[in-house]
Antibody, heavy 117, light 107 residues
Framework: EVQLVESGGGLVQPGRSMKLSCAAS????????MAWVRQAPTKGLEWVAT????????YYRDSVKGRFTISRDNAKSTLYLQMNSLRSEDTATYYC??????????WGQGVMVTVSS | DIQMTQSPSVLSASVGDRVTLNCKAS??????LNWYQQKLGEAPKLLIY???NLQTGIPSRFSGSGSGTDYTLTISSLQPEDVATYFC?????????FGSGTKLEIK
């Protein structure tokens, strides 16, 4: 059974940093691209970033480019999202997703990130 | 960026009804269109990928169609457990984008 478990969220002040992790199990992690998708409170879904199966390629939405970094450790079956210079508009539930041919097929339960002073 | 517009934003229907949800892209997305279901307090779940392919384990009452810029999700006979918000999603080009959702309610 595919499982994706996010961690590392919480309350952070504007301008500070936070790193999210996603522990994957139930599939061969190194064979799949992975992504982060977020959802602001009572809002819709927003794709954030994608990383290829081997980490050689990454893609970001413009609003996080230069501030967020997606990475992975295939030996640990873990996905990361390093978030710097956080803004109030980054407040959201962040979902870790497995990518299948360019789209999310499995989703974690999500982790909440609140950016507020 | 490709804009995805869903209609209606809220749909109320009766159990057993055939319901149709719409999604329009701002440009041709070559059938790279998925549908996700999100129940209250849960993570989204993949229902349909690449316009008309049913994800494993999804009931056959769900189906998808479309081409170019216009796509639809159809539920052939609405069930109480189908109450959720449905999002369309394009993966034809970066940035990947979602529609704003259709909230489906039972009358």
């Amino acid at each position: 059974e595919v499982q994706l478990v996010e961690s590392g969220g919480g309350l952070v002040q504007p301008g500070r940093s936070m790193k999210l992790s996603c522990a994957a199990s139930g599939f061969t992690f190194s064979n799949y691209g992975m992504a982060w998708v977020r959802q602001a409170p009572t809002k819709g879904l927003e794709w954030v970033a994608t990383i290829s199966y081997d980490g050689s390629s990454t893609y970001y939405r413009d609003s996080v480019k230069g501030r967020f970094t997606i990475s992975r450790d295939n030996a640990k079956s873990t996905l990361y999202l390093q978030m710097n210079s956080l803004r109030s508009e980054d407040t959201a539930t962040y979902y870790c997703t497995r990518e299948r041919r360019g789209y999310p097929d499995y989703w974690g339960q999500g982790v909440m990130v609140t950016v507020s002073s | 960026d490709i804009q995805m517009t869903q209609s209606p934003s809220v749909l109320s229907a009766s159990v057993g009804d055939r319901v149709t949800l719409n999604c329009k892209a701002s440009q041709n997305i070559n059938k790279y269109l998925n549908w996700y279901q999100q129940k209250l307090g849960e993570a989204p779940k993949l229902l349909i990928y690449n316009t008309n392919n049913l994800q494993t384990g999804i009931p056959s009452r769900f189906s998808g169609s479309g081409s170019g810029t216009d796509y639809t999700l159809t539920i052939s006979s609405l069930q109480p457990e189908d109450v959720a918000t449905y999002f369309c999603f394009q993966h034809n080009s970066w940035p990947l984008t979602f529609g704003s959702g259709t909230k489906l309610e039972i009358k």
